[in-house]
């Protein structure tokens, strides 16, 4: 490939699917398991020369001192632990003098036991743990191939990874069967999962017979644009007041990020994307996670060094596309933190000839509208160079001016929480003692 055709990052993401759309699960949202039907035949096993080619030219790619492995699926844990004990002997022998190889993986809990646990605290692993809430509420989409719910299972392996003191996160999608009930999704995860870490990723399912990102209808198990920002709205005014300095929601964090000048730091919310790829279990190389289908493949690794598909002109135009707007993105006050969301769900035209509107944007917008007031006073601390638990009383304390109408439940477990000298949670000012703890 010409040197003037490619222009490659200093650093890039490669998702790798080490067993392709394999999943011992069935959940009915899916958007992956559909994958294999662009491998008819295949066993989906990524072989020990592949991998060692990918960790290679991975680490060789990349000009900065960390660099991450996502391992995704399906079900990554199906390629087996000696896979990635190999995997990290690997990563080993390549990495510079200096440089920090971090790992990531992604799961739905259900096969972790005592190996995987060990292996993951002693490699120093993050794990993601793919939760949607409550009994009910988790199993209403995710089960198995049986049709079971998956709830006490997913628990089970997550009660392993605490007991193991391994890192984790919890991915909690929000479709039609929760996202009525956010208070009861966002308590559980903060208070029976113990979540210190949440992403909330939107359900927006095509409704087609390919499994590709085409056409506007999405199947009923989608989240709408008004139910995905009332949910949003219910946690953030319970997470301001309440959880700044104990809980991490992704969404809320980038926006924190976009008001005190930042960039978002989420690919869905910056103005271009195109350096989260896909690895697939044969060397495939795709634009995204979402459009892992013929029109976004960019070859193969051992066909076409990566640095040269990361760098092609293909997929700047793919990272590029992020910035057609329609008219009303363009002169949306909400822009700057928005920037049209992600590609896979800009599926309504607003007008003929103009760009695709992303299908939740009237959520998006109202979300970002209602915390712009408390968001605009966070910024304002952050530059100050406040601490996570000042931020918090001051938000508290200006509660109602800011617009804000947290949970009374979540106050009444700040107050039970409150030492007789700490700052009141209630945001007077005053210390607990002379202010609720005299009730």
Not at 142 to 158: I, Y
Not at 426 to 438: A, D, L, T
Request: charged fraction near 20%; glycine fraction near 8%.
């Amino acid at each position: 490939m010409n040197v003037e055709q490619r222009a490659v990052p200093p650093a890039f993401h490669v998702m790798v699917k080490p067993a392709g759309p394999l999943c011992n699960l069935a959940c009915e949202y899916c958007y992956y398991l559909s994958k294999a039907n662009l491998y008819p035949g295949a066993d989906f096993r990524m072989s020990g020369p592949m991998l060692e080619d990918f960790t290679r030219q991975y680490i060789a790619g990349q000009q900065v001192p960390a660099v991450t492995f996502n391992w995704q699926g399906g079900e990554p844990l199906l390629r087996g632990l000696d896979f990635f004990q190999q995997a990290v002997a690997l990563q080993q022998r390549y990495r510079r003098p200096g440089m920090h190889i971090i790992n990531a993986l992604q799961s739905n809990g259900v096969l972790l036991d005592e190996a995987w646990c060990r292996f993951f605290k002693e490699r120093d692993f993050l794990i993601g743990i793919s939760l949607d809430g409550p009994r009910a509420l988790h199993n209403a989409y995710r089960r198995d191939k049986r049709g079971e719910g998956t709830f006490d299972r997913v628990m089970a392996g997550l009660a392993l990874l605490k007991q193991h003191n391994v890192a984790f996160n919890i991915l909690t999608t929000v479709h039609a069967a929760n996202a009525p009930h956010p208070l009861a999704v966002y308590r559980f995860l903060r208070d029976e999962a113990e979540a210190h870490f949440i992403q909330f990723i939107p359900i927006v399912q095509r409704d087609n017979e390919t499994g590709f990102q085409e056409g506007e209808a999405v199947t009923g198990r989608s989240v709408t644009a008004p139910q995905y920002g009332d949910f949003l709205r219910a946690i953030f005014d319970t997470w301001v007041r309440c959880d700044i300095a104990r809980v991490s929601v992704q969404l809320f964090d980038v926006a924190v990020a976009a008001w005190a000048g930042q960039r978002p730091g989420l690919c869905m919310f910056e103005e271009t994307c195109g350096t989260a790829l896909v690895l697939e279990h044969n060397g495939d190389l795709y634009a995204c996670d979402h459009f892992v289908e013929p029109l976004h493949r960019l070859g193969n690794i051992r066909e076409t060094p990566l640095v040269d598909m990361v760098g092609s002109a293909q997929q700047r135009a793919f990272g590029q596309a992020k910035r057609d707007l329609p008219a009303q993105c363009q002169a949306c006050e909400v822009r700057f933190v928005c920037n049209g969301g992600c590609l896979k769900n800009r599926l309504r035209s607003p007008a003929s000839g103009e760009p695709p509107l992303n299908v939740l944007c009237e959520g998006y917008k109202a979300f970002f509208t209602h915390i712009d007031r408390p968001m605009r006073r966070i910024a304002e601390d952050v530059r100050a160079g406040y601490p996570p638990e000042v931020i918090q009383v001051h938000i508290a304390r200006d509660a109602d001016a800011l617009g804000l109408t947290p949970d009374p439940a979540d106050l009444d477990a700040l107050f039970a929480q409150a030492g007789r000298n700490d700052p009141c949670p209630c945001g007077s000012g005053r210390k607990y003692k002379h202010c609720h703890g005299r009730r």
